[in-house]
């Protein structure tokens, strides 16, 4: 028998869950998500999320409270009387009468192998760690953060060269999948959950700011996992003269490279640059205010020459 589900998500990347749920018969009676924000080029227009888009575009309710600690927004979701919530970036944290509300709980698609990478920004942080392999969790949830018991695992490699933005899509469409399977054995009763590992815990903090810059100092394999991790959004960067002013350029993708020379120098007229210890070379870029470009083309309207040095 088909289960009456809440979804709760907010990015791009909970739209296919929501998507497989309700083309697998699920009834979804409704979906919470962030409320609209601020966007545009003055930031004055209140943007929808990509959830609230796509629940709209189905034709389910959608509720966007800023906070669910208050007892009326409580009641209002008990009301629906559902029999499980899937969460899949939410963005709230839920209070202990929400986790409890829904008949069978609520389960977590999480990109990470947990307890490796419990928090925020489990993707990014992966490859910036230079982890070799990653996966989609569902976990029964509880109070603490993605402390869980899982109970459906889908692993899979990080390619060397893989951004951010490519595992982000594989992984959009594994969590589907993966969250369609869990809904299919909690119908049947055979979904079981184990204990998340004691050992081996990391926390993916939200990636900052202020961390965004590249530090030519450091390995050429970390600032390679530096730059893929942040691509394409934030995107790591550097500053380097172009046209006898200093400009920042984002950097989107990366290879690691052969050579040597002072940090941050520019090696040869392909974009390959000196780090502290080894060498990258860059395959895409982004000029402020600009679109992404390959390398090969940037070059073309930017003189960028041996020795010339990113700071």
Known sequence: MP?????????EFSVPTLRAIGEAGHEISA???????????????????PVQREAERLGIEVRTPASL?????????????ADVAVVV?????????VLESPRLGCINGHASLLPRWRG???????IMAGDRETGMMVMRMEEGLDTGPVGLVEKCAIEPDMTAGDLHDRLMGVGAALVVEALAR???????FAPQAVEGVTYARKIDKSETRVDWNRSATEVHNHIRGLSPFPGAWSEIEIGGRPERLKLLRSVLSQGAGE?????????TVACGAGAIRLVEVQ?????????SEFLRGAKIEKGMKFS
């Open 120 to 126: 925020a920004a489990p993707i990014q942080r992966a």
């Open 186 to 192: 909690l119908e049947r009763n055979t979904l079981t």
């Open 31 to 49: 979906v919470y998500t962030q409320p609209p924000r601020a966007a545009g080029r003055r930031g004055l227009e209140l943007t929808p999320s």
């Open 69 to 81: 600690k208050g007892e009326a927004e409580q009641a209002a979701l008990r009301a629906l009387r």
């Open 89 to 97: 970036a939410y963005g709230l944290l839920l209070p202990k009468a």
């Open 263 to 271: 940090s941050g120098g520019i090696l040869d007229d392909r974009l």
């Open 3 to 11: 289960l009456r589900v809440i979804f709760m998500g907010t990015p």
């Open 287 to 295: 000029r402020a205010g600009g679109r992404p470009a390959a390398a």
